[in-house]
Structures are given as C-alpha cells and as structure tokens.
C-alpha cells in the first residue's frame, strides 16, 4: 500500500503561481495530478511514468503547468503559472503500477490516491 500526501495550493490572483507538492511512501511506475472542480468531474492534469522520462500535459495546462519529480521517483511537483479562474480545483495526487499508455490520462487506472489540496484562482 502506498500512501499519498499532498502540500502547498491556496489561494492566487489570476496570473499567478502556485506550487503544489505530493510524497509518496514507496515506490510506483507512475504519478499524477488530477483536479476536480465543484460540480464537474475529475479531470486529468499530468502525469509522469518514470519508464517514458518525460511528463505529459493536459491540452488545457500545457505551457502553463510543470510537473518535476525527485531522483527516487517519489515526489511528484506541480508548478502552475498564469493560472485562471479556471484552474480552481481541488487537486489529487495520484500513483499506480502497471499504467498502460491509453490509461494514464484516466483516473480509474490509479490504485493510489492523495487526499487532495484546493487551488483557488481569484479574477
């Protein structure tokens, strides 16, 4: 079992930055941010599988929104820039084992879930 913890989010002004951070406490083949705002569905943010080296964005961050992760692949970051009205959510953190390559943009492939952190864009 493999727990997630997220930190950091709150409140921004549209254009702002905010950083949010999540920790894991063993080891996955994958993480990924996810956000759910009031009265819509989750909806995939980013991902990184540690096997494909590279990270990959949601249409609607793309350029706006950048995921790192630590050298033991157990910490996943997510720095948002220019953020929108839109961008308010809470945002989860989540890992699973296994992800093939047409379910890492859906949530329902990760075993793993963080307890989520509220991002607040103000216009």
């Known amino acids: 079992q493999v727990q997630l913890v997220e930190s950091g989010g709150g409140l921004v002004e549209t254009g702002g930055s905010l950083r949010v951070s999540c920790v894991a406490s063993g080891r996955t083949d994958a993480m990924a941010w996810f956000r759910q705002a009031p009265g819509k569905e989750r909806e995939f943010v980013a991902v990184?599988?540690?096997?494909?080296?590279?990270?990959y964005y949601a249409d609607s961050v793309k350029g706006r929104f950048t995921v790192s992760r630590n050298s033991a692949k157990t910490t996943l970051d997510l720095q948002m820039n220019s953020l929108k009205p839109e961008d308010t959510a809470v945002y989860f953190c989540?890992?699973?084992?296994?992800?093939?390559?047409?379910?890492?943009?859906?949530?329902?492939?990760?075993?793993?879930w963080g307890q989520g952190t509220q991002v607040t864009v103000s216009s």
């Open positions: 990184f599988r540690w096997r494909d080296g590279r990270p």
């Open positions: 989540a890992a699973g084992m296994g992800l093939i390559t047409s379910t890492l943009t859906t949530g329902a492939a990760y075993a793993y």
